[in-house]
């Protein structure tokens, strides 16, 4: 299983970024995969998680501002993230469920997102 996080950067409040995560290693189409994050000195957040029948899920935090969505052709997912703020600021890391593992998911290296004026 690989999970390769891109798109993070610096943006100021207001903006947006879109975050992609390709992969490979396994059938992407059957798996449940999601988005957590990790303010610097804090805990893991989920953010959001889509299944392979297209539910999502929200925390409440992004709800409205996030958008997270899955391209089964090309083995990536990905959360675009519209009016961005301080608070959002975390490492983003993108996630395979995996039962049995133990965490239950498979994760990526992670991606940093910074809001900032």
């Known amino acids: 299983v690989q999970l390769v996080e891109s798109g993070g950067g610096l943006v100021q409040p207001g903006g947006f970024l879109r975050l992609s995560c390709a992969t490979s290693?396994?059938?992407?189409?059957?798996?449940?995969m999601g988005w957590a994050r990790q303010p610097e000195g804090k805990g893991l957040e989920w953010v959001s998680r889509?299944?392979?029948?297209?539910?999502?899920y929200y925390a409440d935090s992004v709800k409205g501002r996030f958008t997270i969505s899955r391209d089964n052709a090309k083995n990536t997912v990905y959360l675009q993230m519209n009016s961005l703020k301080p608070e959002d600021t975390a490492v983003y890391f993108c996630a395979k469920e995996t039962p049995g593992s133990s965490s239950g998911y498979s994760w990526g290296q992670g991606t940093q997102v910074t809001v900032s004026s």
């Open positions: 889509i299944y392979r029948d297209g539910v999502t």
């Open positions: 290693g396994f059938s992407f189409s059957s798996a449940a």
